[in-house]
């Protein structure tokens, strides 16, 4: 069914004149007459009777005005629902309790007019097919992995650097100092089964550990953050990295310690990824947040891999 002449049979209906309707609509009166007459033979009906006053809906008229209106009210919603602009922002923060789902819920508190939907893709090579088909618009990650370029059509910049802290259990050697070096981790084990091959993250930890000679282990199952803050609480010979900005919660007899790692304090590198011609205008005041509460670009005695992009640097 031709919707353009569904809008106009709505408007003759409403103002009572062709005439009125075609100035509605900005189009001849013999447009209107021409898409009323369409109509009428495609529902196989007689919808107006012409009257010295006008126009007058015949029952059958009547009878399909309702419909109309709700023929145009579902294409309007339909297309509004994919007309950049009027569509929520969507963006990937890969975990719900991470430092990139923090920023998202800073910038929802500074512009709480903006619709968003927030994802959790796991594997950047999704996030980055899904930003090219535009079924997201944006994703959190670290960006530079050796071997793993970015396509030529998506953009990044570098968001924040999330410092590492070393969580352990109450009986750990560790559990009673104010902050740890780097070197004094030498030796201890770090337990972190969330470490998946290919990953950036994955490639992060390779570096540091080739870096600084730690002893990292991504051994055993993943049941996820509940049950690592279990183990880390009840096994005096593991430990546990986290970033500074991720939130979890646990219950208080697990005593658990969050220790600042410093000399030099590793940090985790997040990266904006988008479309570059992504028109979508609440992007661009995403990155405008970002690039506005952005920290401590490469502070001095932080560590990054040498593939992290420099702050400077939006491509």
Known sequence: MDLEAVRTFVAVADAGQFQEAAVELAVTQQAVSKRIAALERNLEVRLFTRTPRGAQLTIDGQAFLPHARELLRVADRAVGSVRTGRRPLRVDVINSRGAASGLMRDFHRAHPEIDLDVLLLFEIDAAVAAIRSGTIDASFRAVGVPGRPLPPDIES????????????????????????????????????????????????YDDLIAEFGLTIEATGPNFGSDALLDTVADTPALATFMGGHTRLVWPADHGLRRIPVTDPTPVYPHSLLWHRD??????????????????????????????????????
């Open 157 to 204: 910049a570098r968001v924040v650097d999330e410092p590492l802290q070393l969580l352990t259990g109450p009986a750990h050697a560790l559990a009673g100092a104010r902050s740890v070096t780097i070197a004094q981790l030498i030796g201890h084990r770090i337990w972190m089964p969330g470490i998946v091959p290919g990953t950036e993250w994955a490639a992060y």
């Open 278 to 315: 992504n028109p979508h205008p609440a992007l661009a005041t995403l990155r405008a947040h970002l690039a506005g509460t952005a920290v401590d670009h490469d502070a001095t005695g932080t560590w990054t891999p040498n593939w992290t992009p420099d702050w400077t640097t939006a491509r």
